[in-house]
């Protein structure tokens, strides 16, 4: 039982990346999903999270506009868009997933937590 993220990468500023996270073992039906970050010096912070039904979903407002959470039919795996990335967007970025929505947004403990993928921004 795994959660992997993917597809991070060196993107320059005002480009996209796609970052995948993707269950092994289980099914992400029951499960709350978050995204979150750490950048070098600075503490782990959720950037988005989603419902297990997909019908709400939570954004920290350096990424409103420009990024975009969303779950596939598969029930495996969820996706983090990122448009117009800025250099204040790198960092590694975690997949996290919980039973509890807010778990997942207030800092609550976390059931399952993915490998980070490196996201750098040039400028």
């Known amino acids: 039982v795994q959660l992997q993220a993917s597809g991070g990468g060196l993107v320059q500023a005002g480009g996209s990346l796609r970052l995948s996270c993707a269950a092994s073992g289980f099914t992400l039906d029951y499960y709350a999903v978050g995204w979150f970050r750490q950048a070098p010096g600075k503490e782990r912070e959720e950037v988005s999270a989603?419902?297990?039904?997909?019908?709400?979903?939570h954004y920290i407002d350096s990424v409103k506009g420009r990024f975009t959470i969303s779950r596939d039919n598969d029930k495996i795996t969820v996706y983090l868009q990122m448009n117009n990335l800025k250099p204040e967007d790198t960092a590694v970025y975690f997949c996290?997933?919980?039973?509890?929505?807010?778990?997942?947004?207030?800092?609550?403990?976390?059931?399952?937590w993915g490998q980070g993928t490196l996201v750098t921004v040039s400028s």
């Open positions: 996290a997933a919980d039973p509890y929505y807010s778990d997942l947004l207030y800092g609550g403990p976390v059931e399952l």
């Open positions: 989603i419902t297990s039904n997909g019908r709400s979903t």
